[in-house]
């Protein structure tokens, strides 16, 4: 039986550090750590690779279900294949664990309350979004990424690690604005 520890922040500017600290600190042996959105499952190759690698009787670790995802559908997905594989799934933040007939009924719960949440965010969001621009103080969002250089570094024949590196960004990230470039060519 392992701990399986994973930790996700949305992203690149976020810190892991806590998460991993307390996963490592809850025992767990393997910890798999990605920087990506939780809105959905695309893109998130380490939680992929979590499942996959998840045994009988193993134990995948969370520090809140929101680290897991923020659709309910997604979270009770998530949970169905580990309980598939034998295994379980535990949030810390409530201590919550899949072991009983009562823990799944609360994550179905709390997998509810998370993707409400995300509802709710999303709507204040818009909702200053609207103010700022009838106020004439709308900027628009910064961009998070370099996309000319992440460019560039392609040209110059870099592989997509490397220039996830220098672009401080993730691999996954590199091939979306390289795709994107090539949709909007053709």
């Not at 072991?99 to 200053?128: C, Y």
């Not at 110059?156 to 060519?185: D, F, H, N, P």
């Amino acid at each position: 039986m392992a701990r399986i520890g994973y930790a996700r922040v949305s992203t690149i500017d976020q810190d892991l550090q806590l998460q991993l600290d307390r996963l490592r600190s809850e025992g767990c042996e393997i910890i798999r750590s990605e920087k990506v959105s939780g809105g959905t499952r695309e893109g998130r190759a380490e939680l992929a690779t979590v499942i996959e690698f998840l045994r009988r009787d193993d134990e995948l670790v969370v520090t809140r279900l929101d680290r897991l995802g923020r659709d309910t559908r997604d979270v009770l997905n998530i949970v169905h294949e580990c309980q598939q594989r034998g295994a379980f799934v535990t949030v810390l933040d409530p201590h919550v664990s899949t072991r009983g007939e009562v823990g799944h009924v609360v994550l179905t719960v709390l997998g509810m309350v998370a993707q409400m949440e995300r509802r709710f965010i999303k709507e204040r969001q818009r909702e200053g979004i609207a103010r700022a621009k009838a106020a004439l103080m709308y900027k628009g969002g910064s961009p998070r990424l370099d996309h000319k250089l992440i460019h560039k570094l392609h040209i110059e024949g870099l592989g997509a690690s490397a220039i996830a590196r220098q672009a401080g960004c993730s691999r996954m990230q590199v091939y979306r604005v390289l795709a994107k470039t090539v949709a909007t060519a053709t």
